[in-house]
């Protein structure tokens, strides 16, 4: 099985008003890319628990962030014409409308909903099974291109029949 590009998208919180600050992804091949965005001027929301889900700063953001364009550009060059994967689709989508219209740019790929390729069955051991995968990778801060890995090592592991 080919494996999907997977891509993950760390946040300055959740709903009205929050932004992307991390965008990762893991290609079919396992090459990653991950890059933390700097705010836009009027992108203000912060949400501490956020922050201490992902560990990045607002300043760490301010300091070694991409800006937008770079951003979006790098992520347009990497998966043009690609259907990339998402496990927060009604998340993800927002967010990344939200860099792509701040950059003035149309995204090159197609983002789409990461249970569209599990079965019923397979979507009921979803959980488990990137949970197993998380703790074997040792991963105990949700960063974007780490946890894009998570989702595709489990999207492997159920399709090969792995229970958790």
């Known amino acids: 099985m080919q494996l999907p590009t997977i891509l993950d998208i760390e946040a300055?919180?959740?709903?009205?008003?929050?932004?992307?600050?991390?965008?990762?992804?893991?290609?079919?091949?396992?090459?990653?890319?991950?890059?933390?965005?700097?705010?836009e001027p009027d992108w203000l929301h912060w949400d501490e628990a956020a922050e201490a889900l992902h560990?990045?700063?607002?300043?760490?953001?301010?300091?070694n962030g991409r800006p937008v364009r770079w951003m979006a550009e790098q992520i347009n060059r990497r998966l043009q014409g690609q259907t990339v994967y998402c496990d927060g689709w009604g998340l993800d989508y927002p967010w990344m409308a939200r860099l792509y219209d701040a950059a003035g740019l149309q995204p090159s790929f197609r983002l789409d909903d990461l249970r569209r390729l599990l079965s019923e069955t397979e979507a009921l051991r979803w959980r488990g099974v990137t949970e197993a995968v998380r703790r074997r990778q040792q991963l105990t801060r949700h960063r974007a291109s780490s946890d894009a890995r998570v989702l595709q090592l489990a999207l492997e592991e159920i399709k090969n029949g792995v229970t958790a």
């Open 12 to 39: 300055s919180g959740f709903g009205r008003g929050s932004y992307p600050i991390e965008v990762g992804f893991v290609a079919g091949d396992g090459t990653l890319f991950c890059g933390l965005v700097r705010p």
């Open 55 to 63: 560990g990045i700063s607002r300043e760490l953001l301010l300091k």
